[in-house]
């Protein structure tokens, strides 16, 4: 049954828009919910709220902040139940991924909580024996725009440690989730009792994401913009930040390759691979999306890998629990997959295992013989279509992952730890995990990427440091000399 979810969340108020836009469901297309369709002048009365509520939510106890993301946490536990259903009818999710990001957000604000304990400033040393102190201080209003893929939990990280820092949020959910990804949050922050203004969700359709978007970004009372979605809408954003040399994390897509040394532990290897290749249908930006076998493994290692992901069952996963491999999120997104899997195999590339596309569901997908003038060598794939490619040396397996514009994660196996540093000092990404899959992340980490990847880092005090500003504040005592002229 349709549920309704026709009001924006502003001031501490659920407000009526003009026009609303159906939430459908991926996996049958059938409509979820009813969500209201924002627009610029929400945004707009928004960001005013937020800026109005800014003085009080900044110079409010740090520990006051501490109590309400404590309060947060416990009021998503209650709620987890709820929470893994839509995500289910919602994002077309697995059980077992609902459960996960469920699970994981109320630790986002444990984070957050403990980050209001932490040092804020120093103290310098003086040529003048001034009292000499550098100390952060929140930005102001930052506005949020998440993703559709984890939106809880991405969610989640863009605004929890921004918040605990003293800044006052509007958030503005993908299209695809806008209930996971935003008014889910309004709901919480409004059970709790957070101070009117202080978080703000304004959902919106596909056809007003670009003038809210501006707004979010161009406005003069948004001080910072924390970012999570592709590379191509990440360059406009830091693109527009910029000019208005406006603080800016942006979180982007990857190509990120998983490493098997021929010294490595064949089941953790499998398991690296299977899991970081096709959990949530490989809708991940840190998923494995080539997967690197040294040659004198390879011939071991392909047909178990193969037997592996033929295991996993593909499905509604809101009709069966078993259901592994949901739906892609949209049909654009399923054709785009489809293209690049067409692309390899006319490119020679051969099908180990499924290549069929039904829809939106596209089956878990093995390639070889995959070439660097394929799409699916070059470009993010973000579905279960995963390449495996041999390598002879460490050197070729580090050029080959490197071989990419993009840089976020990596993951590298073997049972020579030393080895595995040495690798992971080489290559270009943003983060690397040494005997474990590329898809890794935690709270209170820096969460990020380099070249195409992304700027910035998410989590713990890299987020504090991201949305707070450093200012020298001095203390004379009458100790400065000035020139006898003055």
Same mark, same amino acid.
């Given at each position: 049954m349709s549920q309704s979810f026709d009001k924006i969340y502003v001031g501490g108020q659920w407000r009526s828009t003009t026009a609303t836009f159906a939430d459908t469901n991926p996996a049958d297309g059938s409509a979820w919910a009813t969500i209201a369709d924002g627009t610029a002048s929400d945004a707009r009365s928004a @960001?005013? #709220?937020a800026h109005n509520a800014f003085p009080a939510w900044a110079a409010l106890p740090f520990n006051q902040r501490c109590h309400y993301m404590l309060k947060i946490a416990d009021e998503i536990e209650r709620r987890? $139940? $709820?929470? *893994?259903? =839509?995500?289910?009818?919602?994002?077309g999710g697995w059980f077992g991924k609902g459960m996960f990001e469920s699970g994981y957000i109320p630790e986002v604000f444990h984070a957050a909580a403990a980050e209001t304990f932490a040092p804020i400033g120093e103290v310098l040393p003086s040529e003048t024996n001034k009292f000499s102190t550098a100390v952060r201080r929140p930005v102001g209003v930052v506005s949020v725009i998440s993703p559709w893929n984890f939106p809880a939990l991405l969610t989640s990280r863009g605004f929890a440690f921004p918040l605990a820092a003293g800044n006052?949020? /509007?958030?503005?959910?993908?299209?695809?989730?806008p209930y996971t990804g935003g008014l889910f949050f309004a709901e919480i922050c409004e059970a709790v009792g957070l101070p009117a203004g202080v978080f703000n969700v304004v959902s919106c359709s596909r056809d007003n994401v670009a003038a809210v978007g501006d707004q979010l970004i161009e406005h003069p009372l948004v001080k910072g913009i924390s970012f999570t979605g592709s590379t191509a809408v990440g360059r406009m954003v830091a693109a527009k930040a910029g000019a208005h040399l406006k603080k800016a994390c942006v979180e982007l897509g990857g190509k990120d390759a998983l490493i098997i040394c021929d010294d490595a532990d064949i089941e953790r290897a499998l398991g690296a691979a299977n899991f970081g290749s096709f959990m949530h249908q490989g809708q991940i930006?840190?998923? /494995?999306? !080539? /997967?690197? /076998?040294?040659?004198?493994?390879?011939?071991?290692?392909l047909p178990q890998f193969v037997e592996r992901a033929r295991k996993l069952k593909m499905g509604d996963p809101s009709a069966d629990r078993a259901n592994v491999i949901g739906p892609l999120i +949209? $049909? !654009?997104? =399923? #054709?785009?997959? !489809?293209?690049? @899997?067409? $692309? =390899? *195999?006319?490119?020679?590339a051969k099908v180990e295992l499924g290549g069929g596309v039904n829809g939106r569901f596209v089956e878990p997908?093995?390639?070889? +013989? *995959?070439?660097p003038d394929m799409l699916i060598y070059q470009n993010e794939t973000f579905g279960p279509v995963v390449p495996v490619i041999p390598f002879r040396t460490d050197e070729e397996a580090i050029a080959i992952s490197n071989d990419s514009e993009y840089g976020l994660s990596s993951g590298v196996i073997t049972r020579n730890e030393n080895r595995g540093l040495s690798i992971a000092e080489r290559l270009q990404t943003g983060m690397c995990h040494i005997n474990c899959s590329s898809v890794n992340d935690e709270p209170h980490v820096p969460f990020g990427g380099s070249k195409s990847s992304g700027l910035g880092r998410h989590g713990g005090r890299w987020s504090t440091e991201t949305f707070t500003e450093t200012r020298w504040i001095t203390l004379d005592r009458g100790n400065r000399p000035y020139p006898p002229v003055f």
């Open positions: @960001i005013e #709220a987890r $139940d $709820d929470l *893994v259903k =839509a995500l289910q009818a919602e994002g006052t949020v /509007v958030l503005k959910p993908s299209e695809e989730t930006c840190m998923s /494995v999306e !080539k /997967v690197l /076998v040294q040659d004198t493994l390879y011939e071991k290692f +949209n $049909d !654009k997104q =399923a #054709a785009q997959v !489809k293209a690049q @899997i067409e $692309d =390899a *195999v006319a490119k020679g997908t093995i390639l070889t +013989n *995959v070439t």
